[in-house]
């Protein structure tokens, strides 16, 4: 997914500005320019007039923003503080860099990052950084003034720190000096964390802006030794900011105790585009582009403004995609809809076709019913009604042989053997007799002689037992046809 996002790295005299369009497959520098500050305006008014020569000659149409200010704005804090949480960190920060800032904490904007344990066990160590409300206020409004929300906005050359914290070819920590025309900073980073922040005035003549950086440089080194923590010796310096024009970078490289380099984002991340090769001043334009890349690739850093809710920019910015998006969802609901409602209209005209038939089926079956209500009801009813007055098979016997049945039986008994019977149930494969005899020996007798009718297949005694008084028995034959 391609975004665009717009660097802005605004300094004391003037900002500069640069587009990067990213993809999965590269970051390309869309278009960069500098625009200067008119000197004698108003307060706010030069910084809204460079922002609007870069807004007129830039198009910036749905591009996100990231924002730098001069460092020397910013009050930076190492602390430690009693727990790992950023949660608790941020509640109790205040409290504990208030003693050391020369103004109310209620009057400034603090952030921080973590930096691991501390050197006192169970302390956790802190980079904290503080800017004035008045002066980011002055800022934000100047943006506001060109249409610009920024995702992030941080101090000067803190973002080259970060990239050079990643660059695969280091080796140890790094010092990074960011000269801007009237002021300088420098961070000390070891791997991705950014450890130490010192910011300072400078001089406007070069030769002494060269002595007062050798001062502040060899000041960090013995105070980076003091300090101790995780923080190496750095074995490097990296030079990066437009302040550095003018000066005799082979006498300042040469009186450092530590090897220095000068700034090339653009070239060690492998960034193409930006026009002519020779109208990009890396000095001048490696600020800008790393506050770019660094928001492209989300590294965490130190910010003093959060943009508006992510899902409301969103929506303003791919609001006709999204008008378009549901027209065409509510025009695909509305044909599923009339597709749902025309099959509903097919299957009952069907219905209606089948109780049509069934209908005809029972007229033809029950020509002499009146009145037709529920033909199918009527016709199971009317089934069942046969039915109960045809004899199947297993259902009954005929009367003859019911007859024929009982002269069996009255002619298979002996006349001597005394018996009464109470019930005879005649089943399609067989008969239950239940009657009464004078004894148990009777009962056996009685099942003997009906076994030698041919008609009878088997004879059971179901039961057979005295009644209350004692003199008779009660049975109960079963005899299979």
């Known amino acids: 997914m391609s975004r665009k996002v717009l660097g802005l790295d605004i300094q004391t005299n003037s900002v500069r500005a640069v587009l990067v369009k990213s993809s999965l497959r590269e970051s390309r520098i869309a278009a960069f320019m500098s625009a200067p500050i008119p000197p004698e305006s108003e307060d706010g008014e030069g910084l809204r007039t460079a922002l609007q020569a ?188 437009g302040g550095s024009t003018g000066m005799d970078l082979e006498r300042f490289a040469a009186a450092l105790p530590i090897a220095l380099r000068t700034s090339d984002v653009r070239q060690e991340r492998r960034v193409a585009g930006g026009g002519d090769a020779s109208d990009w001043d890396p000095a001048l334009m490696d600020g800008a582009l790393a506050l770019a890349l660094a928001e492209i690739e989300g590294l965490e850093s130190l910010s003093f403004h959060r943009s508006q809710f992510p899902g409301k920019k969103i929506l303003s910015r791919h609001r006709e995609n999204l008008v378009k998006t549901g027209a065409l969802a509510a025009a695909v609901l509305v044909l599923m809809f009339a597709s749902l409602l025309a099959e509903s209209l097919s299957q009952k005209h069907r219905l209606e076709g089948l109780d049509q038939q069934i209908a005809a089926v029972f007229k033809d079956a029950f020509p002499e019913a009146k009145k037709v209500a529920d033909p199918y009801q009527q016709m199971k009813i009317n089934l069942q009604e046969l039915k109960k007055g045809t004899s199947q098979p297993g259902e009954s016997l005929p009367a003859a042989r019911s007859i024929d049945l009982l002269k069996y039986i009255s002619d298979g008994i002996s006349e001597d053997i005394s018996v009464v019977f109470d019930r005879l149930v005649i089943g399609p494969d067989a008969i239950l007799i239940s009657g009464t005899t004078a004894a148990f020996n009777a009962v056996d007798e009685i099942k003997v002689q009906l076994e030698r009718i041919p008609a009878f297949k088997k004879v059971t005694i179901s039961s057979a037992n005295t009644d209350r008084s004692g003199k008779e028995v009660n049975f109960q034959l079963k005899v299979d046809l």
Not at 54 to 65: G, S
Not at 119 to 138: C, I
Not at 140 to 147: F, G, K, M, R
Not at 167 to 190: H, K, M, R, Y
């Open 54 to 241: 870069i807004t007129a000659n830039m198009d910036l149409k749905d591009a996100d923003c990231a924002v730098s200010i001069p460092a020397v704005l910013f009050s930076c804090r190492n602390a430690q503080v009693p727990f790992p949480n950023p949660k608790k960190i941020r509640m109790v920060l205040p409290f504990e860099i208030e003693p050391s800032l020369p103004f109310s904490v209620e009057d400034v904007v603090i952030d921080f990052s973590v930096l691991g344990p501390g050197t006192t066990p169970g302390q956790t160590e802190v980079l904290a950084a503080t800017v004035d409300k008045t002066r980011l206020a002055s800022v934000l409004e100047a943006l506001s003034a060109v249409h610009i929300d920024p995702q992030r906005l941080t101090l000067s050359g803190l973002s080259i720190a970060l990239w050079t914290g990643r660059n695969p070819e280091a080796t140890g920590a790094a010092l990074c000096l960011d000269v801007g025309d009237t002021f300088g900073s420098l961070q000390i980073v070891d791997g991705r964390d950014v450890r130490l922040i010192r910011s300072f005035p400078l001089p406007a003549a070069p030769a002494g802006r060269d002595r007062a950086l050798h001062h502040h440089i060899r000041t960090t080194l013995g105070a980076l030794a003091d300090l101790g923590g995780e923080a190496g010796s750095p074995t490097e310096a990296v030079l990066s900011g």
